[in-house]
């Protein structure tokens, strides 16, 4: 075989590629049962007789988990089927208690629509979105014995508390014509994708908890020859590599993919089509279940669940909901606000640009919205091991904290100190201020006496200053800031002792 | 009428995990293919203007609000399994791959 580059390999081939994305929905109960959704807790404490498949037990939709998959599909502009189904997907596999997996095979409820991905550079690709339908989830594996993986393993124990979490799974149509950029594109996708369900607050979109996972199919075909159109070049035998869970993982599984094929086909061998699995840590594939073998998973419509009609209004209704496109709220916020390329990345990749962006409506001022969030808060939570959502303080509260500021009635050391407050729960910045006497020292006279009383004590920093060296009165600046507790106005301050100098500021 | 090779039942039992000897394949292909000529009849009297039904009550939209209702104990969850173990099902080994 032909050791090739992935650079190497898409200038001899045209590749064509598809992605599956699942996400798990953050509902607060299962697809079909009460149990709850949630992770973390003791194994096999969250099952009852429907999600462990017990004899007798009937499944019933959650509504929640229905009108998120509608909400999703909407916001990949997919049709919402006015009658859809769900199927038995049957494989024998010990993280299905059923032997069945319910999902939904030739009537997903949300099919043909388009994503707009926005690259690095700007350039925008439109992916093409083949369904996007509901399944549930499988339980979890722990292969004992042997080296702890399934290989070799004597035997395995299974918790089912993951089993019938909610699911949708979005797979998008061929997508060609890309070449070097194949897997930029990719990642770009998957990134879109995670963003939209954050948005949409359907799913907390984290991939490495595996809230969003990708299964990545590739084939390569040759480049047409002059005169022939790319078009008219039937697709390769694909792979199709499950689990690739960060986007970076869906760069290098395609760069491994791609030159792999193509080492192959250069050679003379054929691709064959399977599943593969992903190594993170070596950076390549293994071959799984031969595809033939895997796909008989004999389909047929679920007789315990009834179909899923959504009414046109419910889902006018919901489109009414739907946020408006992740990059296109970024190129217009950056706009708006005057932020950097960097000031939105990172604030995006903190979650905070839905909390700047309330802050900002309730009065604050972007760039000063932005530093509490991205500063004081951002590190509390980071100490806190919590998301900068969930702490104790609202946006609105953040925008009078900085109203306070503005309006001269604290300093941003005050202002810190508020806010320290209201995180420790003792109420609004305002009242805070009130309870800790926060408030800065504007009497002028009782500054006076703060400033003579330093000069005092520092004769010849005075002396420099009326020599002309203005600067030496942060030295005086900073002592009255210690001796009012930081509680003075450093402008004030410094007007007093120049005035107290007799000289010019 | 459609009819079932011994190929194919053996491939159904091997999908559905029942081990089958060669007797069971011959006998129970036979009866399989009875039952497959039995429902074939269906065909005849639904024409192309019948489409095929899964769901024979006319209800659809039946949900359930997302409201936790409790669960089992992890003891009651695991009380019918042959094994367990650390409050979880002990399965045999599993052959071939993750799926």
């Known amino acids: 075989m032909t050791t090739m580059t992935y650079e190497q390999a898409m200038e001899q081939f045209d590749p064509v590629f598809g992605i599956e994305v699942h996400v798990e929905l953050n509902t607060a109960t299962k697809m079909f049962c009460g149990c709850a959704n949630e992770f973390g807790a003791e194994p096999n404490t969250q099952v009852c007789p429907v999600c462990l498949g017990l004899p007798g037990s009937m499944p019933v939709t959650n509504q929640k988990a229905v009108e998120s998959a509608i909400r999703l599909g909407l916001s990949l502009g997919c049709s919402i089927r006015e009658s859809s189904r769900f199927a038995r997907k049957n494989y024998f596999y010990p993280d299905l208690a059923k032997d069945y997996q319910i999902s939904q095979y030739d009537e997903p409820t949300c099919f043909e629509g388009s994503l707009d991905v926005v690259l690095d550079d700007g350039e925008v690709v439109t992916v093409g979105i083949e369904r996007a339908h509901m399944e549930e989830d499988a339980g979890k594996n722990t292969h004992k014995g042997g080296t702890g993986g399934i290989q070799g393993a004597d035997y395995s124990l299974v918790d089912y508390n993951r089993g019938g979490v909610p699911l949708v799974e979005i797979v998008t149509k061929p997508i060609t014509g890309m070449g070097a950029r194949t897997a930029e594109v990719a990642r770009a996708y998957v990134a879109t994708i995670r963003d939209i369900v954050k948005a949409l607050g359907i799913s907390d979109g984290r991939m490495e908890q595996g809230s969003v996972r990708a299964d990545v199919n590739l084939s390569l075909r040759p480049r047409a020859v002059a005169g022939e159109s790319q078009d008219d070049v039937p697709f390769g035998k694909r792979s199709e590599t499950k689990n690739v869970n960060s986007l970076r993982a869906i760069e290098r599984a395609i760069h491994h993919e791609a030159a792999r094929q193509a080492g192959l086909l250069l050679a003379g061998q054929p691709v064959i089509q399977e599943t593969r699995h992903w190594h993170e840590d070596t950076g390549s594939t293994t071959p799984g279940r031969s595809k033939e073998e895997a796909e008989d998973y004999r389909y047929f419509p679920e007789p315990d669940l009834l179909p899923v009609e959504p009414s046109r209004a419910w889902v006018e209704e919901l489109r009414g909901t739907i946020p408006e496109h992740p990059a296109k709220m970024r190129a217009r916020l950056k706009e708006e606000w005057g932020f950097s390329d960097t000031d939105i990345r990172d604030a995006v990749n903190a979650d905070a640009l839905s909390l700047i962006a309330d802050t900002v409506a309730a009065g604050a001022a972007p760039q000063a919205a932005r530093k509490w969030w991205m500063g004081e808060l951002a590190r509390t939570a980071n100490d806190r091991e919590v998301a900068l959502a969930s702490l104790p303080v609202t946006p609105a509260q953040v925008a009078e904290l900085q109203g306070l500021v503005d309006a001269g009635t604290i300093n941003d050391k005050l202002a810190r100190q508020a806010l320290e407050g209201v995180l420790a729960g003792e109420g609004s910045p305002r009242e805070v201020v009130e309870s800790r006497g926060l408030e800065v020292v504007s009497d002028d006279s009782a500054l006076e006496a703060a400033v003579d009383e330093a000069l005092a004590a520092q004769p010849d920093v005075l002396a420099k200053i009326q020599d002309g060296k203005v600067q030496a009165a942060g030295a005086i600046v900073g002592a009255v800031m210690k001796a009012t507790r930081g509680q003075a106005d450093a402008g004030r301050v410094r007007e007093i002792i120049l005035q107290r100098a007799g000289v010019e500021g | ?99």
């Open chain 2, 1 to 99: 009428m459609s009819s079932l090779e011994r190929a194919d039942v053996a491939r159904l039992a091997a999908l559905a995990r029942i081990d089958m000897t060669d007797e069971d394949l011959d006998r129970l292909g036979g009866q399989l293919n009875a039952i497959v000529d039995s429902v074939a009849k269906v065909q005849e009297v639904a024409g192309e203007d019948v489409p095929a039904t899964s769901h024979p009550i006319p209800m659809s939209n039946v949900h359930r609000p997302d409201e936790v209702r409790p669960s089992l104990s992890q003891d009651a969850a695991l009380s019918g399994a042959p094994e367990a173990e650390d409050g979880r099902f002990r399965v045999p080994q599993i052959l071939g791959e993750e799926a």
